[in-house]
């Protein structure tokens, strides 16, 4: 998944997810706290791997994952292509109004828009190249 998309949240908490990225992730996919403060989207065939994988963890150290993922939600855009974001994950991501939706990889994460910008600011191009060069990129 490729891309970076800037869109609004409405006053019900809803948006267009980009029609190419929805396309990639399939027919339904499930939203989840993300890492860094951001909301997640996996296909709901990734999301079931992932889930499963936590499952077949030792419950002493799968408890803490499985709470701060129990916050995760199937979603089905309408016919206008806009999903609903709870208000705990808005919550929890800091979105109000406007929000980057980015394809990475296998997944796609939705930032507000100002975390986004802040984040991305506080990354340097060496510290890129140097992870680039640790991993023979």
């Keep these: 998944m490729r891309g970076e998309?800037?869109?609004s949240v409405d006053s019900k908490g809803r948006?267009?997810?980009?029609?190419?990225l929805r396309?990639?992730?399939g027919e339904g996919f499930v939203i989840f706290k993300g890492l860094d403060g951001?909301?997640?989207?996996?296909?709901?065939e990734d999301?079931?791997?992932?889930e499963s994988k936590i499952a077949a963890m030792p419950i002493a150290k799968a408890r803490k994952l499985q709470r701060f993922y129990s916050a995760n939600y199937p979603c089905e855009?309408?016919?206008q292509g806009r999903i609903l974001l709870p208000q705990s994950l808005r919550t929890y991501a800091g979105i109000t109004k406007d929000v980057i939706v980015?394809?990475?990889?296998?997944?796609?994460?939705i930032w507000d828009a100002e975390r986004w910008k802040d984040y991305n600011d506080n990354?340097?191009?060496?510290?890129?190249?140097?992870?680039?060069?640790?991993e023979n990129i």
């Design 77 to 79: 855009p309408d016919g």
């Design 5 to 7: 998309y800037l869109h």
């Design 38 to 44: 951001c909301i997640c989207a996996y296909s709901k």
């Design 23 to 25: 396309k990639e992730l």
């Design 123 to 134: 990354v340097t191009s060496d510290e890129i190249s140097e992870l680039m060069e640790e």
């Design 102 to 109: 980015a394809g990475i990889q296998k997944r796609v994460e």
């Design 15 to 20: 948006m267009i997810f980009p029609a190419g």
């Design 47 to 50: 999301w079931d791997a992932f």
